[in-house]
């Protein structure tokens, strides 16, 4: 019967002619774990803003509630609260809506700025890890040609 060929030491000399940095691996990885930590700061940060802008609004709006809430002597003292009310109503959710996007503009600044700096950083370790690696195969293929 015909014999399988083994191709162990193939694929053995075929990685050993193509190491792999491991080291620019974990710099990858390090990059990408610091990134996603700085945008997590970024959501956190922005959604504790809001949480508290979101608790501010509804504590003034309950505050302006009470007044409308309490009795009146005359019939036309509930109309006149209820204007007031709906006024002030309007008047904040045009500052608290203001508020809000605020947050979300410097959120968004912040998010571009990391991820350009990402991009930078990732683009210079690119290119250093393509010049280790043309030079690691240039010298292996020179070291094949000197050997044959």
């Known amino acids: ?8 030491g193939v694929f053995k000399d075929m990685m050993g002619a193509f190491p792999v940095d491991t080291k620019a691996m974990e710099d990858t990885f390090k990059n990408q774990t610091a990134l996603a930590e700085k945008m997590s700061s970024v ?5 504790h803003k809001s949480t508290e802008l979101s608790a501010k609004w509804a504590q003034d709006t309950l505050t ?11 019939p ?5 609260a209820m204007t007031d009310f709906a006024s002030a109503s309007a008047e904040s959710a045009a500052e608290h809506m203001a508020a809000f ?13 990391l991820v350009l700096a990402a991009g930078k950083d990732m683009s210079e370790e ?3 890890a393509a010049k280790k690696a043309t030079n690691e195969v240039t010298a292996a293929a020179k070291k094949a040609t000197a050997a044959k």
């Not at 019967?1 to 162990?8: E, G, H, P, S």
């Not at 959501?43 to 959604?47: E, R, S, V």
């Not at 036309?76 to 006149?80: G, L, V, W």
């Open 64 to 74: 302006k509630l009470q007044s409308m809430a309490s009795a009146k002597t005359e």
């Open 126 to 128: 690119m290119t250093a």
């Open 76 to 80: 036309t003292d509930y109309a006149k």
């Open 43 to 47: 959501a956190i940060d922005a959604a």
């Open 1 to 8: 019967m015909a014999k399988t060929q083994d191709f162990t």
């Open 101 to 113: 996007a605020e947050i979300a503009k410097k959120v968004q600044t912040q998010t571009m700025e």
